[in-house]
């Protein structure tokens, strides 16, 4: 089972996106045969089944095993990962065409988060070694000095990029994301 299946294709998340389903595959966590999620859910075994057969069919399970019962082969199945993503792209941008791809748009900043979840999904799991970092804070900044605090922050990532961005070593990705929180003082 992976950690992370990144969604794609509407045929996926047509398949997922049915609360039915969902509890089906959280059921799934495990490796069960239909007869047994129905029990679990307390619906019928052919409900189930048809549930189960469209979230395979979308690559959402897996078959993991087959056994006899009472002369009839069941099949055991088990989701395919312990999470599931669903790309920004299957919606898209409603309202018109894209704004400018400015640094400083929330756009941008979309967009940016997007690349993010795919690469984080591309990732291969089984590797021994995923060197990685994430890093989060709150930053609190008075408005007339929030020019300032940007142009401190392109500084300082440009200074990284001038100091690590040669073309030998492993290849990382760095994005930083910085955005207004909703005051949570009151």
Sequence with gaps: MRDILYLETVEQAEALLKPQRIEVLRQLAEPRSCGEVA??????????????????????????????????????????ARSYWMSPRLVGRIGGPRRARDEMSLGHLLDLMEEVQADVAALDRSAPELPSIGVSGDIRVRPERRQEFLDDLRRTLQDLFTRYGGAEGDAFKLAVACYPKEDDRE
């Design 39 to 80: 029990d679990r859910l307390a619906q019928t075994q052919q409900r189930v089944y048809y549930h189960v057969k469209r979230l395979a069919d979308a690559g959402l399970v897996h078959q993991v095993a087959q056994r006899r019962v009472r002369g009839i082969n069941e099949g055991v199945y088990q989701a395919a």
